[in-house]
């Protein structure tokens, strides 16, 4: 990782998930990080260009976004101001400011839809296929961030498939199941754990790797193009559940909660350019993931 060292490194979007592991991550390899969360508002074109005239990155990971596809169906105005108008700001800033700065935008593997069950996972051409008002922002963004690649920008477009670890919300799959665990572990919920569709089928990855992906992928010797990040192998979210059970104390009863269930869906991602470019591969797999998740609530449970 000597491509980071003394690099000046603006990552948004900080505080969230990924950016909580990759912000360590980027000072161990001896980048200069500037984090940035809910101090800047990156919908607000104006402040996003001042930030990028005054500190004058090297590169940036942009990874500010509402990432809930649930909560994008409540609200999906909210959902378009950060995910797509966000980017739009960065771009047009960089392009104003400091066209020369790499710029990782990490979209998301949603924007393919879903698959038939035993397709072939999906790679870089694959069509767009967005289903929801999150995948729909995530969709824009990318293409926006296509046509700045066009015109010079060095702009990484970035499709992650589904990842997990420690910190990760109680919205997504992984964490809702670990959670719920946890609880009936320590006595403070009935024995009954709520899910949805179980027989969907994602592609998991374990944080870390994801990580690893996005450090990667700011070596500028990388050509800027866009990378799936995913590890080819389809998980469908009864094993998720399965795992995370044999790993607790806790013996309860499933029962589907109509509130949480969702269409069956096939998503899986192929990642042989990433591999390629970077030399990138897996490096954990997801018993490592879901137990780290169930680590993290056993000691929020108890802080």
Request: charged share 20%; with cysteine; hydrophobic share 45%.
């Given at each position: 990782?000597?491509?980071?060292?003394?690099?000046?490194?603006?990552?948004?979007?900080?505080?969230?998930?990924?950016?909580?592991?990759?912000?360590?991550?980027?000072?161990?390899?001896?980048?200069?990080?500037?984090?940035?969360?809910?101090?800047?508002?990156?919908?607000?074109?104006?402040?996003?260009?001042?930030?990028?005239?005054?500190?004058?990155?090297?590169?940036?990971?942009?990874?500010?976004?509402?990432?809930?596809?649930?909560?994008?169906?409540?609200?999906?105005?909210?959902?378009?101001?950060?995910?797509?108008?966000?980017?739009?700001?960065?771009?047009?800033?960089?392009?104003?400011?400091?066209?020369?700065?790499?710029?990782?935008?990490?979209?998301?593997?949603?924007?393919?839809?879903?698959?038939?069950?035993?397709?072939?996972?999906?790679?870089?051409?694959?069509?767009?296929?967005?289903?929801?008002?999150?995948?729909?922002?995530?969709?824009?963004?990318?293409?926006?961030?296509?046509?700045?690649?066009?015109?010079?920008?060095?702009?990484?477009?970035?499709?992650?498939?589904?990842?997990?670890?420690?910190?990760?919300?109680?919205?997504?799959?992984?964490?809702?199941?670990?959670?719920?665990?946890?609880?009936?572990?320590?006595?403070?919920?009935?024995?009954?754990?709520?899910?949805?569709?179980?027989?969907?089928?994602?592609?998991?990855?374990?944080?870390?790797?994801?990580?690893?992906?996005?450090?990667?992928?700011?070596?500028?010797?990388?050509?800027?193009?866009?990378?799936?990040?995913?590890?080819?192998?389809?998980?469908?979210?009864?094993?998720?559940?399965?795992?995370?059970?044999e790993a607790s104390s806790a013996s309860p009863r499933i029962e589907v909660d109509p509130e949480r269930h969702r269409p069956t869906d096939v998503a899986v991602g192929r990642a042989a350019r990433l591999a390629a470019a970077t030399g990138w591969k897996p490096r954990h797999d997801v018993?490592?993931?879901?137990?780290?998740?169930?680590?993290?609530?056993?000691?929020?449970?108890?802080?």
């Amino acid at each position: 990782m000597e491509h980071l060292r003394d690099r000046r490194i603006w990552v948004t979007g900080a505080g969230g998930f990924v950016g909580r592991h990759l912000v360590p991550a980027l000072e161990q390899a001896g980048a200069q990080v500037t984090p940035t969360d809910d101090d800047l508002d990156i919908r607000d074109a104006a402040l996003v260009a001042a930030s990028l005239q005054r500190l004058q990155p090297h590169a940036i990971v942009h990874l500010a976004a509402r990432s809930s596809v649930a909560s994008s169906l409540q609200d999906a105005r909210g959902v378009y101001e950060v995910n797509f108008l966000g980017a739009r700001a960065l771009l047009t800033g960089l392009a104003q400011h400091c066209p020369a700065t790499r710029i990782l935008l990490v979209g998301s593997g949603v924007v393919y839809g879903s698959a038939e069950p035993g397709s072939a996972p999906f790679d870089e051409s694959a069509p767009l296929r967005p289903d929801s008002p999150y995948a729909w922002t995530k969709a824009c963004a990318d293409l926006l961030g296509g046509s700045y690649a066009a015109r010079g920008l060095a702009v990484v477009r970035v499709r992650p498939f589904n990842h997990t670890g420690a910190g990760q919300s109680d919205s997504f799959i992984a964490s809702a199941f670990a959670h719920q665990l946890v609880e009936i572990e320590a006595g403070r919920h009935e024995p009954v754990l709520r899910v949805g569709n179980l027989d969907s089928v994602r592609d998991f990855l374990a944080v870390e790797d994801v990580v690893d992906a996005y450090l990667r992928l700011l070596d500028p010797r990388v050509q800027p193009d866009v990378y799936n990040v995913a590890s080819g192998r389809g998980t469908c979210a009864r094993e998720i559940l399965d795992r995370l059970v044999e790993a607790s104390s806790a013996s309860p009863r499933i029962e589907v909660d109509p509130e949480r269930h969702r269409p069956t869906d096939v998503a899986v991602g192929r990642a042989a350019r990433l591999a390629a470019a970077t030399g990138w591969k897996p490096r954990h797999d997801v018993r490592h993931a879901l137990q780290a998740v169930l680590n993290h609530w056993r000691a929020a449970s108890t802080a």
